[in-house]
């Protein structure tokens, strides 16, 4: 069966730092991913999809950045994290036929 | 464009009652529709597909091309119902997008 993996599971960073979110998928092959932002009252915000390896798909621009170096990986990233960047950030897999299934997430806030 | 728009943040009915969680949508072609529930300190997961046509925990939802709608119902409310849900749309033969709605909290009440 198929299961994703997002890490870490909390995240506090200073602004002006780094970021680097992880996610992973196991049991399928080339899945479509996703990376979302869950906010209360706004819902959940598609940031970026990827239908293969090296291919990203942006929705909303901003300080964040996204990329696939294997199948089954998907990385958000920032060079430089804003306050606003806090948030609840979703990695999912899945296709438009069968819909999203998301990992745990990861609760980031920016200090 | 693709849109989802779910018009109650908030629904609160009575254990035993029915609910129903409105969905509306906006793609000028074929949309596959999704329901997504969230329970307390739960992950996101999958209720349902308009595809599959199926009833899940009680709840089924028809999808309504002339009023472009997917509202989710369920005759009679349990409290176990309380949650956050989400409705969902992906463009059939269009990009690999899944565009959310901004939600609705339903609580049962006892």
């Known amino acids: 069966s198929q299961t994703i993996h997002q890490w870490p599971a909390t995240l506090v960073q200073p602004v002006g730092s780094p970021l680097s979110l992880e996610c992973t998928v196991e049991?399928?092959?080339?899945?479509?991913l996703y990376w979302y932002r869950q906010a209360a009252g706004r819902g959940l915000q598609l940031l970026f999809y990827s239908v293969g390896i090296g291919q990203i798909s942006s929705e909303v621009p901003q300080n964040l950045s996204a990329s696939r170096p294997q199948d089954r990986q998907f990385i958000l990233s920032s060079k430089k994290l804003l306050l606003s960047d806090s948030g609840f950030y979703l990695c999912a897999w899945g296709d438009r036929a069968i819909g999203a299934f998301f990992g745990q997430g990861t609760r980031l806030t920016v200090v | 464009a693709q849109r989802v728009t779910q018009p109650e943040k908030l629904l609160s009915v009575f254990k035993g009652a029915p609910v129903e969680l409105k969905c509306n949508y906006s793609?000028?072609?074929?949309?596959?529709l999704f329901w997504y529930v969230q329970y307390s300190r739960q992950r996101l997961q999958l209720l349902l597909r308009?595809?599959s046509r199926e009833s899940i925990k009680g709840f089924t939802a028809d999808l309504n091309k002339g009023e472009t709608s997917f509202h989710l119902k369920k005759p009679f409310a349990q409290e176990e119902d309380s949650a956050m849900y989400y409705c969902?749309?992906?463009?059939?033969?269009?990009?690999?997008?899944?565009?959310f709605g901004k939600g609705t909290k339903l609580t049962v009440n006892p």
């Open positions: 308009h595809i």
């Open positions: 793609y000028s072609g074929s949309p596959e």
């Open positions: 969902a749309l992906s463009a059939q033969g269009g990009s690999e997008k899944l565009v």
């Open positions: 049991g399928t092959s080339n899945p479509n």
